[in-house]
């Protein structure tokens, strides 16, 4: 290794010497003659590239030796090897199909576009190199259609992936990784993304493929010289895209009364209320001119050994501004690569760091890669790569709401009497390590004391590779081998000081660490075919044996308290022994699995796959399964002659059945046993869960078809890619409710059948195209629904209300009462609760969609995505607990003021009830109402009301439409010219300008819906910066 | 070359298991299949003693909430649980592991168990599964309900023979934290739980199935077949310690020392008895006259049927009493209760008084105050029987002796206050306040879960058919209430 490293120095040196030449040349059409306008040229190996202007001409800098890449669409790709000639004559063959694009399928196997009978759609590592997302898989969202990605504000936590409505598997150069660790592959170490939409695209994958299949390929050296390649993303987090926004006319209190006791929060402090007297209240009586009340910081009067009262004024309008800090996003890497014709190798260091928004939080994570490929002959080829990966962070914030999330603290439960920069001392005075300075210590963290005190630390160090073995043994046939390992140890630890405060928990100070390990291996072996049967007649095929093997442990110890305060360490436990725990899993599967690819006259394409999974996570005998896929495409424009506007089109369409043997994420959940309980005073003991096994438990299955066709028109400026798909989820593994009064909440079986559907579009467009200008763009659109389609053993419903034929994302919630006509039934002023649930909306979306643009002018080019959802309601924490808490701007009105002076004026919009009343079957029917109505004319106090109501009455119980639109990410690149670069060392640079979630438009208020769900997550911030990208 | 590839493989795979088999990795490492019945019996305990909860106390206006309106404090609640299986099935799995073990003596335990629980149950709901209860294993997944009476009638079975089985094992109860393994304690827990469900049966007093004077009778009169408590120290408590997950329940509790305060009428009542349990239940209000902990004009409450306005007003200006500071800030505070030798006491005090038995109610109603007053650690006034406005005075004993039961049970002994009330009208709940919903009535029992509906509605439906006429609702009238 050391020799390899200081060979590529040399060579690096040696490379240096290089002389721009100044080279033209011409692009014609092989069979025409015809000039072609806007070839792409590039030179391998550099970002730059030109284009031919509209004599079909160009002229490029390059050096002796450096390769010229000539792409077009509907034109074969060509490359060209620069001796020392500097004019060129390029004649390009249109390719018969329209289309030569290869993408990347299951077991990393190359196929031509049209070859394809399902849909796979790609993105190039270029697409990742600018705008950097806090993680690979992030930088997806809205560039592929079904694929559905929720990103989370919140510092280093995952988003939620669903492609067609479940959860993809992850695989990175072939291997799955079952960790589903998307934060451990670099993207600038990413050549390609190939997202597998359907079962039929991942049957090879067996049980984990069933939802699909994101794959990873990683960037491997490439054949050339030497280079070296930089890349540098910097973006910071200025400003807020989206965060809660509150009142800053009342403050701390309840009914209008405020004074600080003792911080316990009981008595005039209100309970932790932000229902408090207004601020800034003019009081000519005292000494400042406003009124006044003893708060947290007031000083004691040494005479009277009371609080000195302090104006109440309005002092923190800018909290949260003041406490969340500017973030930043940098990623670096550095990549050396290198290859001939035998041999070529990259190795690649990056390290992303991200500076969270929150004080004393970040997060590191550093990678070191390797990878090459060997071919000593032509008969065998063998390829490698391996990564080392380490995340870690001292300490990241704790998510969700409650006490232990930042705004919870920061905004919901603190009036704007409090400047969150007088909390910056944190210890209350003479209590340092012991107890934390708040305005309110029962139910709030002061958040400088959270962000410096309560350390949540992470150390994960990751270990994956893979090798590729190919050998031609036979003409046209093949022994193939590939493996995989992926590793990591984590360890965690939680630093909890004493006064922290958790829901109804004041810390007595403890220390948690947690450690886990995990390993896993795949290996694969098999023989591979590749003959052309006959002239017009193709065949490829596998047939290979896979094992599969897990292992994974994981140990927790805690104190019980600490004895001396801020020394964390398990000695240090205070209580009669170390709470400790721990948890190991075993897994395996051993397969067997074969595909044939037939394709005749590159016009019908057929492939079939088959593949038997036994798996260790179901019972013995029934843990064994097979499956098969079938998938064909028809190039119809070979066939047909078609009008001239219609370059290219294709039909496809498939079928897969695959089943999955693994329930939930436990692989013993087939296994009944008895849980551990409390140990109390010493003595310990144990249960019995809630769930009761079905002793014959099958593997459930999927069954998918899909449909679809792809069409390009008007010399492939505009091109559709259309796919519908239908699944049948049966024999599906389900914890069937039953009456409690068994003994048990449900039992696990097979039952119950679902059906998924779906709808995909990939649009793209060129727009414009001349030789200064190109506007290229794509738009991605989906829509999918789950459907009930069967409930097993006689039940009506689920238990989530879901009956046969209905979309299974209803929601149903506890509601109030109405007449009949709409209008909520009051009683003493109050809503009444409908004892029955009732359906609210549906969670998921009608339509996901994307938008990415890229238009080039001479050097520049700017590329930018809009996406968004449409459709689907979500309910939000943070709007209920603002209307509950007294924070929303809308709770500043009259009725407060009078609640205030204790006068009871709010009539909420209803109806009371005069005479009569309502009867429910026990299905929650109306059977009987006599009900008499008159207009609610009780008036209550406002606070009141809302402490009671949080104003679900008004705000459809604050669940919302998700719908909105972001502004994903925008780069504006220039791209310097070799002439420029040839007095440098350089052989390509550029510079963008670059930026991410700049702008948003959504229905909801005060939170990003970005998520799909809100727990009070961090403001989404706004990211701009800059890239450079530089190759030597 | 091949063969070397395959080699390769191998090893791979080696140093991951050693090619272990897909059959090696079927057991969980992690779980066991049994256990012994001792380590139930400590879970089944524990979850028995769960029962200190605010919730009977705003219903039984001893508590109130300024947070929210309240459903129990302003009587508008609507359905309870049906959690109490999951504690019956646990009880079931220990008397299987029993079996298993031979180890008898845990059957006569789960026999008292099951009645426990069940007895839990039917009074929130009326008639329940039983008979049919428990029963997946043989393939009822939907169970039937049972009457309350046919309940009842088990329930007072299964105590005697779990009584009786207990007198004649010599098997050892390890897991036992409630009595440390006394069996005579728990045959005297049995017996004086046996009391218990024949008074909650006080309205069926007439039932010849049922015969409960009769039964009465028979185990008062027989003490050395049937023990019962004889003093505090036979109850069943349940010490809490101060480690993690075996703290007092309301240990730390926020809710408790901010939006909880003492119940106006239960105050005026101690002030009017002078009872000086006062101080040890509340602590002094904001708005109070000296520093004095034994001054009664220090403490005040919110009134239960008050609007929520009212009450907050009222407690933010300083006029009303928290709990004491003890609830929530001593890790172990005072033991759980799951029977106490003073409500055995009042129980028998008014056995007497309803003339079921011949004792005098006065020295049992005595035996029951003194008894809770050295519960909570507070020295009983020389004075205090002896106070008119405390001794039985034969024209509303059945009041006082409520009215003791109630004070007694403050923050201890579950829903019992509020099934008093239900059954005799006594302790009196205020509902005069311009909060109260419902219609100002004070509900009877609880709506069945939710659930019920879905996973068994044709039983559930039976079951409320035959028993309200007026549906499933919490002011239906179930039959143990029916004179």
Redesign the interface.
């Given at each position: 290794m050391k020799n390899t490293i200081v060979f590529v120095l040399v060579l690096l040196c040696y490379g240096l010497g290089f002389a721009q030449i100044k080279r033209t040349g011409v692009v014609k059409d092989a069979a025409t003659g015809e000039p072609l306008i806007g070839v792409t040229i590039t030179l391998t190996g550099t970002t730059y590239g030109t284009m031919t202007d509209i004599d079909g001409g160009f002229v490029i800098e390059a050096e002796d030796g450096q390769i010229l890449e000539l792409s077009y669409i509907g034109y074969t790709t060509q490359q060209l090897k620069i001796g020392t000639q500097t004019n060129f004559a390029v004649n390009m063959l249109e390719t018969s199909s329209g289309l030569d694009e290869v993408v990347i399928t299951a077991l990393g196997i190359k196929k031509e576009k049209q070859a394809l009978g399902y849909a796979v759609q790609d993105l190039s590592g270029k697409a990742l190199e600018k705008v950097k997302e806090s993680n690979a898989v992030s930088s997806l969202t809205g560039k592929v259609a079904g694929l559905n990605i929720k990103n989370s504000s919140d510092l280093f936590q995952n988003p939620e992936i669903s492609l067609r409505g479940a959860s993809p598997l992850i695989v990175i150069d072939g291997i799955p990784d079952r960790t589903a660790d998307i934060w451990r592959v670099n993207s600038d170490d990413i050549e390609n993304i190939s997202v597998l939409k359907g079962a039929t695209a991942s049957a090879l994958y067996g049980s984990v493929g069933r939802s699909g299949a994101i794959m990873i390929t990683t960037k491997k050296g490439k054949e050339g010289k030497l280079t070296v390649s930089f890349n540098n993303s910097t973006m910071f987090q200025t400003s807020f895209l989206r965060k809660p926004e509150r009142q800053t006319v009342y403050g701390n209190g309840n009914q209008g009364v405020y004074a600080y006791i003792d911080g316990t929060g009981g008595g005039t402090e209100g309970g932790g209320w932000i229902w408090g007297p207004r601020l800034d209240q003019k009081d000519p009586s005292t000494a400042s001119g406003y009124f006044e009340t003893p708060q947290y910081n007031s000083e004691i009067d040494p005479a009277t050994g009371k609080l000195i009262p302090l104006p109440f004024i309005s002092r923190g309008k800018n909290n949260v501004e003041n406490f969340f800090r500017t973030g930043v996003i940098q990623a670096n890497n550095v990549a050396v690569d290198w290859g001939n014709d035998k041999a070529s190798y990259r190795v690649s260091i990056s390290n992303q760091y991200q500076k969270g928004i929150v004080p004393n939080t970040d997060l590191n994570n550093t990678s070191f890669s390797i990878g090459g490929q060997l071919t000593p002959t032509d008969k065998l080829r063998i390829s490698a790569n391996y990564t080392y990966n380490k995340q870690f962070t001292d300490n990241f914030p704790e998510v969700g709401y409650g006490p232990t999330n930042y705004l919870y603290n920061l905004l919901l439960w603190t009036g704007t009497d409090v400047d969150i920069r007088d909390l910056k001392n944190y210890w209350m005075p003479g209590k340092e390590g012991v107890q934390q300075r708040h305005y309110n210590i029962s139910y709030y963290n002061n958040p400088y004391f959270q962000a410096f005190e309560y350390m949540r630390g992470y150390d994960k160090n990751n270990s994956f590779g893979n090798y590729n073995l190919e050998y031609e043994f036979y003409d046209g046939i093949s022994f193939k081998s590939t493996g995989g390992i992926n590793y990591y140890g984590l360890n965690r630890t939680y630093k909890e000081p004493k006064s922290y405060i958790g829901y109804g928990d004041k810390s007595r100070g403890n220390y948690t660490v947690m450690n886990e390990n995990f390993f896993d291996i795949t290996t694969d072996f098999g023989i591979k075919v590749n003959k052309e049967l006959t002239d017009l007649l193709q065949l490829s095929g596998e047939v290979a044996y896979s094992r599969y093997r897990r292992n994974w442990n994981k140990l927790t110890s805690a104190t019980d308290g600490l004895n001396i305060p801020g020394f964390y360490n398990l000695d240090n436990n205070a209580g009669p022994s170390i709470i400790s725990s721990n948890r190991e899993e075993k897994e395996g599967i051993n397969s067997f699995y074969g595909f044939v690819d037939l394709s005749y006259d590159s016009t019908y394409y057929l492939s079939l796959t088959a593949r038997n999974d036994k798996v260790s996570t179901l019972p013995k005998g029934n843990n064994s399964f097979f499956y098969p896929s079938i998938a064909s495409s028809v190039v119809i424009s070979n066939l047909v002659r078609m009008p001239q506007w219609i370059d290219f089109a294709k039909v496809r369409g498939s079928w897969a059945r695959v089943s999955e043997g693994r329930i939930g994420e436990n692989p013993y959940s087939h296994i009944q046993g008895y849980e551990k309980g409390i140990t109390w005073d010493g003595v310990p003991s144990a249960y019995f869960g809630n769930s009761l096994l079905s002793s014959d438990l099958k593997p459930e299955t999927s069954d998918t078809w899909e449909v679809g066709a792809y069409v390009r028109f008007f010399k492939n400026r505009l091109g559709i890619d259309l796919t519908y798909y239908q699944t049948n989820d049966f024999n599906n593994l389900i914890y069937m409710p039953v009456s409690s009064a068994t003994g048990y909440e449900n039992t696990l079986v097979n039952g119950d059948r679902f059906k998924r559907k779906g709808f995909e579009l990939v649009l793209d467009f060129t727009p414009v195209r001349n030789e200064v200008w190109e506007w290229v763009s794509t738009v991605n659109m989906s829509k999918y629904n789950k459907y009930l389609t069967e409930l097993s053993n006689d039940r009506t419903q689920t238990d989530k209300y879901i009956k046969e034929g209905e979309r299974t994302d209803g929601i149903y919630i506890s509601q109030y009462q109405t007449d009949g006509q709409g209008n909520i039934v009051f009683e003493n002023g109050y809503p009444v609760v409908d004892p029955y649930s009732r359906f609210i909306g549906y969670e998921d979306p009608d339509w996901t969609f994307g938008w990415t643009n890229t238009i080039n002018y001479k050097d520049f080019s700017l590329s930018f995505t809009l996406d968004g959802r449409i459709g689907g309601v979500m309910f939000s924490q943070t709007n209920q607990k603002m209307w509950w808490g007294g924070v929303d701007p809308g709770t500043v009105n009259q009725y407060r003021d009078d609640a205030n002076e204790g006068k009871a004026t709010y009539i909420a919009s209803g109806v009371k009830v005069v005479s009569g009343e309502l009867r429910y079957d026990s299905n929650g029917n109306i059977v009987f109402d006599n009900r008499v109505f008159a207009p609610n004319d009780v008036p209550v106090n406002y606070n009141s009301y809302m402490q009671t109501t949080s104003n679900n009455s008004e705000k459809n119980y604050h669940y919302y439409k998700q719908d909105f639109i972001k502004l994903r990410d925008i780069a504006l690149t220039y791209q310097l010219k070799p002439s420029v670069l040839s007095r440098t060392p350089f052989s390509s640079l550029s510079v963008s300008l670059i930026g991410s979630n700049l702008w948003m438009a959504s229905k909801i208020k005060n939170v990003d819906p970005d998520s799909g769900k809100d727990a009070l997550q961090t403001p989404t911030m706004k990211s701009i910066g800059f890239n450079i990208n530089a190759k030597f | 070359?091949?063969k070397i590839?395959?080699n390769?493989?191998c090893l791979?795979?080696i140093?991951?298991?050693g090619c272990?088999?897909?059959?090696t990795?079927?057991?969980?490492?992690?779980?066991?299949?049994?256990?012994t019945p001792d380590?139930?019996l400590?879970?089944i305990e524990?979850e028995a003693v769960k029962n200190i909860g605010t919730g009977a106390g705003l219903a039984s206006r001893q508590l109130t909430n300024?947070?929210?309106?309240s459903n129990e404090q302003y009587y508008?609640w609507?359905?309870s649980?049906?959690?109490n299986?999951?504690k019956?099935?646990?009880v079931?799995?220990m008397e299987e592991e029993a079996d298993r073990y031979e180890e008898e003596v845990y059957k006569s335990l789960a026999k008292f168990f099951y009645s426990y629980y069940i007895v839990e149950t039917t009074l929130v709901f009326g008639d329940?599964?039983y008979s049919?209860?428990?029963?997946?294993g043989e393939g009822?997944?939907?169970?039937k309900y049972d009457t309350q009476k046919d309940i009842f009638l088990r329930v007072l079975e299964d105590l005697a023979q779990a009584n009786e089985l207990l007198a004649e094992s010599d098997g050892v109860i390890k897991?036992d934290?409630i009595y440390r393994g006394d069996k005579l304690k728990w045959r005297k827990l049995i017996n004086s739980y046996t009391l218990k469900v024949l008074m909650d049966l006080s309205n069926k007093v007439g039932d010849s199935d049922l015969k409960i004077k009769e039964r009465f009778q028979t185990l008062i009169s027989n003490p050395a077949q049937y023990p019962v408590f004889e003093n505090l120290e036979d109850s069943a408590f349940l010490?809490f310690?101060?480690?993690?997950?075996?703290q007092y329940p309301y240990f730390?509790?926020?809710?408790l020392?901010?939006?909880y305060y003492m119940e106006e009428s239960f105050v005026d009542k101690l002030v009017l008895l002078k009872d000086t349990r006062l101080f040890r239940f509340a602590a002094m209000k904001?708005k109070r006259e000296d520093e004095e902990l034994t001054n009664f004009k220090n403490y005040g409450g919110l009134k239960g049927s008050n609007?929520?306005?009212e009450n907050?007003?009222k407690?933010?200006?300083?006029e009303a009493s928290?709990v004491n500071a003890r609830y929530y800030t001593d890790p172990v505070n005072e033991p759980g209760v799951l029977l106490s030798y003073w409500s055995l006491q009042f129980n028998l005090a008014e056995a007497a008084e309803r003339g079921w038995i011949s004792g005098s109610a006065e020295t049992y109603y005595n035996q029951g105050i003194e008894s809770s007053f050295k519960f909570l650690k507070v020295d009983m006034p020389a004075d205090y029987l002896s106070q008119d406005v405390v001794k039985l005075n034969a024209t509303d004993n059945l009041e006082r002796i409520m009215t003791q039961k109630h004070i007694a049970s403050f923050m201890n002994s579950g829903w019992q206050s509020f099934y008093d009330n239900r059954r005799t009208g006594f302790p009196k709940f205020n509902v005069d306040g311009?909060?109260?919903?419902n219609?100002g009535r004070i509900p009877k029992r609880w709506?069945?879960?939710?659930?019920?509906?879905?996973?068994?509605?044709k039983?559930?439906?039976d079951a409320?058919n035959r028993q309200f006429e007026?549906?499933?609702?919490i002011n239906s009238v179930m039959w143990l209430l029916k004179p």
């Open positions: - | 070359m091949k590839v395959f390769l493989s791979f795979i140093l991951l298991s272990e088999s897909i059959d990795l079927q057991d969980d490492p992690n779980r066991v299949a049994s256990v380590l139930l400590t879970d524990i300024t947070d929210g309106v508008n609507q359905r649980s049906f959690d299986y999951h019956l099935k646990q079931q799995k329940v599964p049919e209860a428990l029963k997946i009822i997944q939907k169970p897991g934290v010490e310690v101060d480690s993690k997950g075996n730390n509790n926020n809710a020392q901010t939006a904001n609007s929520m306005n907050s007003q407690a933010v200006d300083g928290r311009s909060g109260i919903l219609q709506m069945y879960p939710a659930a019920e509906t879905v996973n068994n509605n039983n559930l439906s409320v007026g549906g499933d609702t």
